[in-house]
């Protein structure tokens, strides 16, 4: 069975457009989902949940949404911590105020605030473009922590102005709190990574997305055949800080448990996702889940190299951590500007040539 | 001849009432006049031609059919009724297609993508049904790639369906960037230098596809091109431009004749 579209053939067009449109793709599409909801619940322990798996989803959310807005749309932000914030304090709020509403409820209605706020920080981009709007959206990070800092309702007026997330339960297990089962808490995000990957590709590939590309590539020809800049804009803006706003929201109600604005939600963050849609790949699905693989396991892999394997004192390692993380961006941005997706493609293209040289 | 109701042209086509009439449009930029109290109009199924020197105001006239500049004097009319200052993407709406002197294509999409585009201004399902894909959105995909597909097949572009438009030769892209046109069905068509930096090869052959978009889809076209031979060979009238002002105004035989004309182009002489 070798890897290649020979033998296996398109009868409609709805059958070409498929996402995997090669039949060992499909097949290793399903043996990954259903590995990742049926066999990893069983074997996760609070280590690799809380390390990588968990963060590793929460990003890949986030990354999707900003891979709309730059990757797809071609609008630069670097206010994506802020809106996380939003969708963090959002869910905070919707918790401590309505006790008896659903974790799922209070994640998506998180993500429908995020979007909102996103959609009006998004306004400036109708008139300013690059650089300018990335400077535009910092903005929105300063802004927004400041906000958070500042109003002491946001935070329930608690004296450490820390928020944490109370005990909730879904099904009846615990996800938020103390007591969460790393399973439980897996599954949940893992839920909302697949299904909202799913809705995000199914939006690029057919008209929105086809809008929005039409912006990033040249904007001036995309009004010419019909888009209405206006809303194929903020139509980004909305759906991308959705998606920040919902990993925000998981991001503290599900793995932190407890935050505070400037430290989680910080610069730092802003910057973190910028760097996993650019490493994954610009306007890719793969490339989002990719790049945010690249930077959660990463750090994780060097620490446990350095301190397991060869004994080094922790602290030095967390230094040579930033120096050789910093390095294998520069090196590998260098190598493949286009990330990680765009090797994983000629790779691809390469084995459906294999074992042939044409 | 411009105040007949229809006309027949020496091939035999009959061409019908004004799709798109300009009345004394002038456009200015600060002091620049750069469009100066034009007026002519544009017939269902004709191909019309604007010639004229570099700098003579031609582009700016199709922005202003299109609606990226809006004239400070003047009317446009649209199936005689007058136009207000509406966006480019409200007149795609209404109908008008065009094409740019210099590619303008969405380079980081493939032929197929860029031609789907086209179909933009048909789409009748929003943001939710494309959400769910199953259903509305799916079907509407599939009918727009029938539609598509026909375009392809109509421009002999089938082998660079999936190849990103950035990776293929320029007279292919002009190419693509005319499916994309078509694939709005457009009742005006408007090219902006659609031979520009072409070979006679590839000239014959876009001719070819401009003189059969015309004839199997009844399409009417305004075009801009540098190319005597080619605008004489296939244009029914055309209009000449020179520093912002109109100068000649016919069929290819009567502007080849006008002495206005063969000033602007060959000079005149100063003694």
């Known amino acids: 069975m070798f890897y290649r579209e020979a033998g ?63 990757g797809y749309c071609g609008q630069l932000s670097l ?56 400077v535009a959206t910092l903005a929105a990070q300063f802004f927004l922590v400041w906000l958070f800092n500042k109003v002491a309702w946001f935070y329930n007026y608690s004296a450490s102005g820390q928020i944490s997330a109370p005990e909730r339960t879904i099904f009846g297990f ?21 299904g909202l990957a799913w809705v995000a590709r199914n939006m690029t590939r057919s008209n929105t997305g086809r809008k929005w590309m039409a912006i990033r590539d040249m904007d001036i020809a995309a009004e010419i ?30 793995y932190l448990g407890a935050a505070e604005v400037g430290e989680s ?10 760097f996993m849609v650019i490493i994954g790949g610009l306007g890719s699905m793969f490339g989002s889940f990719a790049g945010a693989a690249f930077m959660v396991l990463l750090p994780v892999l060097l620490k446990n190299i350095m301190v397991g394997q060869l004994g080094w004192a922790t602290d030095i390692a967390a230094h040579f951590e930033f120096v050789i993380v910093g390095l294998l961006i520069v090196i590998f941005l260098i190598v493949e500007p286009h990330g990680l997706a765009a090797l994983w493609r000629v790779a691809k293209d390469k084995l459906r040539l294999w074992p042939f040289p044409h | 001849m411009s105040n007949v109701e229809t006309y027949t042209t020496p091939d035999g086509r009959t061409i019908g009432a004004p799709v798109m009439e300009m009345k004394n449009i002038t456009l200015r930029f600060g002091g620049v006049v750069a469009i100066k109290d034009i007026s002519f109009d544009i017939r269902e199924g004709e191909i019309r031609a604007i010639i004229g020197p570099n700098g003579a105001g031609k582009s700016s006239m199709l922005n202003v059919i299109n609606g990226f500049y809006h004239p400070q004097e003047g009317e446009v009319l649209f199936h005689g009724k007058k136009r207000g200052p509406l966006r480019p993407y409200q007149i795609a709406a209404q109908g008008v297609a065009r094409t740019f002197q210099n590619i303008a294509l969405f380079k980081g999409m493939s032929t197929l993508d860029n031609i789907m585009c ?40 089938q082998t660079i369906r999936k190849t990103p438009v950035g990776r293929l030769p320029y007279g292919l892209q002009k190419r693509v960037e005319l499916g994309r046109a078509l694939a709005a069905e457009p ?67 009567e502007v080849q004749a006008n002495q206005d004309v063969i000033d602007a182009y060959l000079g005149v002489a100063h003694d």
């Not at chain 1, 206006?230 to 599900?254: D, N, Q, T």
């Not at chain 1, 939600?265 to 910028?274: I, N």
């Not at chain 2, 933009?120 to 599939?142: C, F, Y």
């Open chain 1, 8 to 70: 296996d053939f398109k009868t409609s067009y709805s059958k070409d457009e498929q996402t995997f449109p090669i039949k060992l793709d499909r097949t290793g599409y399903y043996a990954v989902m259903l590995f990742a909801f049926c066999v990893v619940p069983f074997m996760v322990n609070d280590y690799w949940a809380s390390a990588v798996l968990l963060p590793f989803l929460i990003y890949a959310i986030a990354v999707i949404g900003l891979n709309i807005l730059i």
């Open chain 1, 79 to 134: 206010g994506s911590g802020g809106f996380m914030a939003v969708g963090a304090y959002s869910s905070y709020k919707l918790m401590t105020s309505f006790p008896d509403l659903s974790m799922v409820i209070v994640i998506l209605l998180s993500g429908l605030i995020t979007a909102l706020v996103g959609t009006a920080f998004g306004l400036p981009s109708l008139r300013i473009k690059g650089f300018y709007l990335a």
């Open chain 1, 174 to 194: 615990y996800i938020t709190g103390p007591n969460t089962q790393p399973a439980v808490a897996y599954l949940f995000c893992l839920a909302f990574a697949v």
């Open chain 1, 225 to 254: 055949i019909g888009v209405n800049p206006l809303k194929a804009k903020l139509s980004a803006f909305a759906v991308s800080s959705f998606y920040i706003g919902v990993a925000g929201a998981l991001l503290f109600s599900v």
């Open chain 1, 265 to 274: 939600f910080g610069m730092s963050k802003s910057f973190l996702l910028v």
């Open chain 2, 118 to 157: 086209g179909r933009l201004t048909h789409s009748k399902t929003g943001m939710l049904s494309h959400v769910l894909w199953k259903g509305k959105a799916e079907r509407e995909e599939t009918e727009n790639r029938e539609k598509v597909e026909k375009i392809i097949d109509f421009l002999e572009i």
């Open chain 2, 187 to 253: 009742s005006l068509l408007l090219l902006d230098e659609p031979m520009a930096g072409m070979n006679v090869e590839e000239k014959e052959d876009m001719s070819r596809f401009i003189l059969d978009v015309n004839d199997e889809f009844g399409t009417t076209i305004a075009l801009i091109e540098h190319d005597m031979g080619v605008v004489m060979d296939i244009a029914d009238r055309v209009v000449v431009m020179d520093y912002g002002k109109k100068i000649g105004d016919g069929t290819p035989a």
